[in-house]
């Protein structure tokens, strides 16, 4: 799964990156999804980047898909990860899917690993070349029909994958990292080959990344300051 990360990224970087605006991207941290970010929990209000088959865009939304059904507005903390091999068969994601995938920036996130029945211990995992990647989403925005009064929500989720060997002694899950050359045809919302968009959700090379044990300071989303990506000193 994937349950925090971090954007230790300035908008240069993004706006190259991501092929977006500087400026649209200035626009969007200063308001809400701030730079940089350490310790990105689940309900956070996150970077995204979307597409309208021609041009990028930066958007701002909500960690945690919120339905247009949902009862609880505090469920949608459930939905931050959406498993790969049933995203075309289950109702609430299937739509979407088909049209509204988005690009989730990142520099690193922490997975747990289980060390007894009462202890976990907290990894970092990155790129080998520390370069900032991408995880594969889906987005939403709807007025939701319980609480009208909130307006249209915008909200996402991120795509997981079952673990590659890098991964699999920390979780048997990771979140879908998609390749720099998979980014057009994912956004492209005109893009409805969902074989091919299918095909993209893999475990990424292990080769290219790393991984490393960091401070329990990671498990309170509290701990919000650049210390926590730091590896543990035993």
Not at 12 to 20: D, W
Not at 101 to 107: G, K, V
């Amino acid at each position: 799964m994937c349950g925090r990360y971090d954007l230790n990224a300035n908008v240069n970087q993004l706006a190259f990156h991501f092929n977006v605006d500087e400026l649209t991207i200035t626009e969007v941290t200063a308001a809400k999804a701030t730079l940089p970010k350490y310790n990105i929990f689940p309900t956070s209000d996150v970077l995204a980047i979307v597409s309208d088959g021609d041009t990028n865009f930066p958007r701002c939304m909500g960690w945690g898909l919120a339905p247009f059904w949902i009862k609880n507005i505090n469920d949608r903390a459930r939905m931050i990860n959406a498993r790969s091999e049933s995203i075309t068969e289950r109702p609430t994601y299937k739509k979407i899917f088909q049209g509204q995938r988005c690009l989730i920036p990142a520099t690193g996130f922490f997975e747990w690993q289980k060390t007894s029945s009462k202890s976990k211990q907290p990894y970092r995992i990155t790129m080998e070349s520390d370069e900032m990647f991408a995880f594969a989403g889906i987005w939403d925005h709807t007025t939701l029909k319980n609480f009208p009064n909130l307006g249209p929500i915008t909200s996402c989720s991120i795509i997981t994958t079952s673990a590659n060997s890098l991964m699999k002694p920390i979780h048997e899950r990771m979140p879908v990292i998609l390749p720099k050359d998979c980014y057009h045809d994912w956004l492209n919302p005109h893009n409805q080959n969902i074989e091919q968009l299918q095909e993209m959700l893999i475990p990424f090379d292990p080769e290219l990344m790393r991984s490393y044990e960091v401070s329990t300071l990671v498990n309170s989303p509290q701990n919000a300051t650049k210390e926590v990506l730091d590896p543990l000193i035993n």
